[in-house]
């Protein structure tokens, strides 16, 4: 009996708790995130080709994946289905593989660019979620066409020293300078995200025309992989263009600073969730709700891109017949500039000495 009464008290003790914990349960339940919405995205919006809000927060229509094999490519880690891009990257990058062979680099290994219709994911990257972002390997393609799995467990290789923060010259070779030359070429480049150590190696040995190095942009990461990012499309009026790069090569103070303690201190909250851990619809411009909903292509081959330089034909299944360029297409949305969320830059604080280690 006594403890019958007791189980019950407890009951009534754990009831009411839940009775005042359960509105704020309820209104975060009814919140879905919005990484799990566009992670579970198989296939793109089959409508046109729009990239809306910001690299680190935002979406994208009108999809197309880069082919799994080409002659001058393998895409790696098929599993995370992120061979996604606007049509105007995947272009790029096909033409950049074409173009770094003929340079003398054998072939690129393809990281991730987005998912099927970008918005945030479930691992990894704060940007990449637009369409506009692409991680190539520092690595050189083998001569032999990988295996699904090989290409998931195959590991990069990182250009940077084991401790330190300077390119290892058993690794760093010309040719890797070369390719990230002919990457920043192309006008609709404005960025390449590189390991600091691999701008100073720039820096240091880069000689005749050094414009290109204003693209080149050092970042945390990107030491076995570089990230192109490239412009806001025609057409995308939804889309928040980045800040400009500065003047000059950008081997100043401004890269100094990565080689001071205060970009490496250990962080303080590792805990603390990411912003795409918080993101839900309404952290989104608007019509990223339209491009979750809009139809699918008929299958994924029919939204594969095809290097002829044409654009791959949008064909929606016919059993979902939902036309969104007129909702996307309304001058009410999406206000561009709340969609505003740049990926964190630095100033230019002033170098100071690293400590004696
Ligand atoms: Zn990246």
């Not at 799994?68 to 990257?89: C, F, V």
């Not at 414009?211 to 057409?235: E, M, N």
């Not at 411009?285 to 891109?305: D, F, G, H, N």
Request: glycine residues 8%; proline residues 9%.
């Amino acid at each position: 009996m006594g403890r019958v009464a007791r189980g019950l008290g407890r009951f009534a003790l754990v009831a009411s708790a839940l009775a005042v914990a359960l509105p704020a349960v309820t209104s975060f339940a009814a919140e879905p995130l919005a990484k799990n919405l566009f992670g579970s995205m198989k296939l793109p919006a089959a409508t046109a080709p729009k990239s809306f809000g910001f690299y680190s927060k935002g979406c994208f229509s009108g999809g197309v994946a880069i082919a799994t094999d080409g002659p001058t490519w393998q895409a790696m880690r098929l599993s995370r289905n992120r061979r996604w891009g606007h049509p105007a990257m995947v272009k790029l990058i096909e033409k950049l593989s074409r173009d770094a062979t003929a340079d003398g680099w054998p072939g690129l290994l393809i990281g991730d660019i987005s998912q099927p219709r970008g918005g945030p994911m479930l691992t990894g990257h704060a940007s990449h979620q637009i369409g506009l972002d692409a991680d190539i390997w520092l690595t050189r393609m083998p001569s032999k066409t990988l295996s699904a799995t090989e290409r998931e467990n195959m590991s990069a290789i990182s250009v940077i020293k084991a401790k330190g923060l300077t390119v290892d010259e058993n690794i760093w070779t010309p040719e890797h300078a070369r390719l990230l030359r002919r990457a920043a070429s192309y006008p609709e480049v404005e960025r390449l995200l590189v390991h600091p150590g691999i701008k100073k190696k720039l820096c240091e040995t880069v000689t005749g025309d050094r414009s290109w190095l204003r693209k080149v942009r050092p970042f945390w990461g990107h030491d076995y992989h570089f990230h192109v990012r490239i412009g806001c499309q025609p057409g995308s009026t939804g889309c928040k263009a980045q800040a400009a790069t500065t003047a000059g090569d950008g081997c100043d103070k401004s890269l100094a600073w990565w080689f001071t303690e205060e970009p490496w201190r250990p962080n303080q909250n590792p805990d603390a969730p990411k912003a795409r851990d918080l993101m839900t619809m309404s952290s989104l411009p608007k019509a990223c709700r339209a491009v979750l909903e809009a139809p699918a292509p008929v299958s994924e081959a029919a939204v594969t891109y095809h290097g002829t330089g044409a654009p791959v034909a949008v064909a929606a299944a016919p059993e979902r017949q939902l036309d969104i360029n007129d909702i996307l297409s309304n001058p009410g949305l999406p206000a561009a500039a709340s969609a505003f969320f740049p990926t964190p830059e630095f100033g230019v604080p002033l170098p100071r000495p690293r400590p004696d280690r």
